[in-house]
């Protein structure tokens, strides 16, 4: 049964008045959420911009650039990449261990338990020290088949990502990487 009332002196449905009425309100609470979010997007926005991560161990905070990353020596990893409803295909990925980056910055990651990587679109991904100290697993890489990755906004899944090269389906690794969180 449909009910309807008069306004003005036209009938109106009022479901339509109903659905209006939740339309308007989540358009401005969309609205409103994005105003108050775009001051936490900006600095991420700005990060990858400017090509950096940021690594915390313990209370201290440290920028990782990409000269950082290329004064490493980055080489090839070949790893395979599993898109969903496609078989997996080997990518060869240019990049360093997690491993030498943190002890580049002086930090003993024997100390902590567990890291976390943190994308710009909010995407999280945690393993164990060891898992994540594993020379042969655990990279962050700049470039995928000799191309930099690009930002999320270009198409692109960086402009770092850490990758698992024992990952077989690549379902834990972190595009877009803007924080890594030893823990």
């Known amino acids: 049964m449909t009910r309807s009332v008069k306004l003005a002196g036209v009938s109106v449905n009022l479901n339509v008045i109903v659905v209006a009425s939740v339309t308007i309100a989540l358009t401005a609470a969309v609205v409103v959420l994005a105003l108050l979010n775009r001051e936490y997007i900006a600095p991420k926005k700005e990060a990858q911009d400017a090509g950096v991560f ?54 003993d990651p024997s100390a902590f338990q567990s890291v976390s990587f943190a994308a710009v679109d909010g995407y999280t991904s945690a393993l164990t020290i060891d898992e994540a100290m594993d020379d042969g697993n655990c990279y962050i890489v700049v470039s995928m088949d000799g191309k930099p990755l690009g930002t999320k906004e270009d198409g692109g899944s960086g402009p770092f990502m850490m990758i698992l090269a024992h990952d077989q389906f690549s379902q834990r690794w972190c595009k877009f990487l803007l924080e890594i969180k030893l823990q």
């Open 54 to 107: 940021f690594l915390h161990a313990g209370d201290k905070e440290y920028t990782v650039t990409m000269d950082d990353i290329e004064a490493l020596s980055p080489f090839d990893i070949d790893a395979n990449y599993k898109k969903s409803g496609q078989a997996p295909e080997t990518k060869t990925y240019r990049g360093v261990s997690l491993k030498a980056t943190v002890e580049s910055l002086g930090i």
